[in-house]
């Protein structure tokens, strides 16, 4: 793949048009709608996205209005990679016949990650191996929040949804976060990457990036859901940074393989002492919010230590696959 | 019938190797499928066919029949000729994809090697799978045998990428009986069959740029593609299939008499295939590969001064309502055979949507329910035969002691 770095501008976000355009039907401090909006500013050239049923795809598709001015695909919620499939190797074939201008089209699938990690795992797994060149981006706000917040494999340890609710006996969800980039690293993808609104220049870049392979591409973006989250609407770019921060969530790209820590996580690894606490991160966060309970509390120091051995995990990673 | 000027190859294949060489010859853009047994040699075969570029075509070999059709809808929406093929399982595996190929009016051909539907577990033909599908939105024509199963992939393609139509097309063959029998096949040249389906044309849409565009998923044109729509708005496009549906049963007749006037070869009206009915007291209403056996014992019955008659039903969907009254109009006694089951239902799904469809007929024969060949067991000409005596004693005593039969059955 190309090694260039894309350097985004303000500048250039706001002398692109937008789009996924204004008036849909996303909640206020929307961590998604964000992360969409920015997403398409990286676009470059002709392109077709692709889009699982979920939070997304209904706030900006209710008929007869949209939120897309670029053509857009849904058929349902497990089949993002499956589409992304199928319109690649439509354009392909209809190209190479003169069916169709000849030139690329990008092709981007959208998918939460009940529709990535869990129900649109398979289909994903499938398009991956057969290699089509399309970006698959997981907007990851941690649950089902269309359907009313429940657990997805990708809601953490610890948070209360409403199918894994903080009860008086089990303190909200028992499981671990799926390991999903480990998973789509394992079939030993082009470009994998992680990626948070906040650090919009960083997300930009790593979009451009996965669409400039040829090949597929995969895009791992944290979106806080203040609904789901129980947490304030203002505060979405604040969760987006913390986690971040406090590792939680690290930001890195991977080409062919080479895990490297993005500048923000990078920083961090360089200067431990600007790792924020855990807390700082989960206290504002109705959904942990019991796990402040002195009862609880041990939980709070479990995810902590849990973190941080993902962490150093991490850091080793990145060190042994320095070019 | 026609004028048979064009020269025709003779070629011997099984059902499914017609249906991949068919395929081939249509100029398919893109097949995305899936193995399943009795359906299995069509993709065998279309792979042999990339493999050695004998086709223009993206094959997409997905990881589900879920992908196969997901990739088909998207590949189709995307303004692509598509083709996928599955059986049973994988049919139902399918489902609730079905739907959204009807509902998003994607032309996708699906051929459908009609096999049973676990448990217990069994790969032998009946129509369990596809009947399950009745109300997926999908066009249905089932074949009798080889030849006919070549032909109406062909007819496929001209009926459901028909601007007016636009719906999705099942064609089924009967598993194993006509997906693996190898018959005499006579195909017509590939350009004779490319000239005669043309190319994919669109039908044109508004989009919410105002401009008025072919419907497919293009940069130039952008357009949303399988939106939400609630309660609003979701009745009428659903209303609007159900006239995809009403051109589609004019499209199939019109298509078949064009395909005669091309090949010689013709199937009844495209929605109906009578044999020997116009002056037939008795008759039994069957689909697909059994109306062969049957028209042996038709010959012999007329041999012995008995008046049988067959109507194959070609065409399930749009349902035949009137061909069905107008065919049944002299009739004394009726059976319809189903090779699937409705349980707790009265009878199966043909048996259903006949006597329905002549509820208001003027003259309604007798129409007695006979469910037979459930995972592929055998009726042989001799049992097959027994129907029409029972037939026979029911025409004559204006009775029938039973509706429901369970043919063929050890009880």
């Avoid at chain 1, 250039?12 to 909006?37: E, M, W, Y």
């Avoid at chain 1, 940074?241 to 690894?269: H, Y």
């Avoid at chain 2, 990881?63 to 049973?88: K, L, N, P, V």
Wanted: include cysteine.
């Amino acid at each position: 793949m190309s090694t260039q770095e894309w350097k985004f501008t303000a500048k250039d976000i706001a002398a692109k048009p937008d789009l996924f355009l204004s008036g849909h039907r996303a909640c206020a401090g929307c961590g998604p709608a964000t992360v969409l909006r920015l997403i398409m500013k990286a676009t470059r050239g002709p392109t077709i996205v692709t889009q699982a049923t979920g939070c997304m795809e209904i706030v900006g598709s209710i008929y007869p209005y949209t939120s897309w001015a670029l053509p857009w695909l849904h058929t349902a919620f497990e089949t993002a990679a499956a589409n992304a499939s199928g319109i690649e190797a439509a354009l392909k074939i209809m190209r190479k016949k003169g069916k169709i201008k000849d030139e690329h089209v990008d092709v981007i699938a959208l998918a939460g990650d009940g529709g990535t990690y869990d129900i649109g795992l398979q289909a994903l797994s499938g398009a991956v191996e057969r290699g089509h060149d399309f970006l698959f981006v997981l907007y990851d706000n941690e649950g089902y929040m269309n359907t009313g917040i429940q657990r997805s494999s990708s809601t953490p340890i610890g948070a209360s949804t409403t199918t894994s609710p903080a009860g008086s006996v089990i303190p909200g969800k028992l499981e671990k976060k799926k390991p999903i980039t480990d998973i789509m690293l394992a079939h030993g993808m082009e470009y994998v990457a992680t990626a948070t609104p906040y650090y919009w220049k960083d997300l930009l870049s790593k979009v451009r990036k996965g669409l400039e392979v040829d090949g597929p591409a995969f895009l791992h973006v944290f979106s806080p859901c203040p609904r789901g989250w129980r947490s304030e609407p203002a505060k979405t770019m604040e969760y987006s940074k913390l986690a971040v921060e406090s590792c939680v969530f690290p930001l890195w790209e991977a080409v062919n393989g080479n895990r490297q820590l993005s500048t923000p996580s990078k920083v961090i690894a360089l200067a431990p002492q600007k790792k924020k606490s855990l807390k700082d991160y989960l206290e504002g966060q109705g959904r942990f919010r019991h796990l402040f309970t002195p009862q609880n509390n041990h939980i709070v120091d479990e995810i902590q230590q849990a973190t941080d051995e993902r962490w150093q995990k991490l850091l080793r990673q990145c060190q042994t696959s320095q070019p | 019938m026609a004028q048979q000027q064009i020269k025709q190859t003779i070629l011997a294949m099984n059902g499914d190797e017609a249906i991949a060489y068919a395929v081939k010859q249509c100029d398919v853009d893109v097949v995305a499928a899936y193995p399943i047994t009795p359906q299995t040699i069509i993709v065998e075969k279309f792979s042999e066919y990339v493999a050695n570029g004998e086709v223009q075509t993206q094959y997409v070999c997905t990881e589900s029949e879920h992908s196969a059709i997901t990739a088909c809808i998207a590949a189709g929406a995307t303004g692509a000729r598509t083709f996928t093929a599955s059986a049973s399982a994988g049919l139902a595996l399918m489902h609730e994809m079905l739907f959204v190929t009807s509902g998003a009016r994607v032309p996708v051909v699906l051929a459908v090697a009609n096999r049973a539907l676990s448990a217990p577990l069994n790969i032998h033909g009946d129509h369990s799978d596809s009947m399950a599908e009745r109300d997926s939105g999908w066009l249905h024509i089932y074949a009798e045998n080889a030849q006919e199963a070549y032909d109406s992939i062909i007819q496929a393609f001209k009926i459901a990428e028909d601007v007016d139509v636009s719906l999705p097309i099942f064609i089924g063959v009967d598993g194993f009986t006509i997906s693996h029998t190898l018959e005499r096949v006579d195909t017509l040249p590939e350009d004779v069959v490319r000239r005669f389906i043309g190319t994919r044309s669109f039908p044109m849409v508004l989009t919410h740029e105002g401009k008025t565009v072919p419907f497919k998923l293009d940069p130039a044109n952008p357009m949303t593609m399988g939106p939400n729509a609630l309660q609003n708005f979701y009745y009428e496009f659903k209303r609007q299939q159900e006239e995809g549906m009403r051109n589609a049963y004019k499209k199939i007749q019109e298509v078949n008499s064009e395909y005669a006037k091309l090949s010689g070869r013709s199937y009844g009206n495209g929605l109906i295939d009578p044999y020997k009915l116009d002056d037939a007291e008795i008759a039994i209403i069957v689909i697909g590969s059994t109306a062969g056996t049957l028209k042996v014992i038709v010959d012999q019955l007329r041999t012995e001064g008995i008046k049988a008659g067959i109507l194959r039903i070609r065409t399930f969907r749009p349902f035949p309502v009137d061909e069905i009254k107008n065919a049944l109009r002299n009739l004394k006694a009726v059976a319809v055979m189903d090779k699937s089951m409705s349980p707790g239902g009265l009878g199966a799904a043909v048996f259903s949507e006949v006597r329905n469809a002549l509820y208001d007929a003027a003259h309604r024969p007798i129409i007695v329910s006979y469910i037979f060949g459930l995972g592929g067991r055998d009726s042989s000409p001799n049992d097959l035969r027994r129907i029409y005596d029972d037939l026979a004693r029911i025409a004559k005593s204006g009775q029938a002691e039973k509706t429901v039969t369970y043919f063929g059955l050890r009880e």
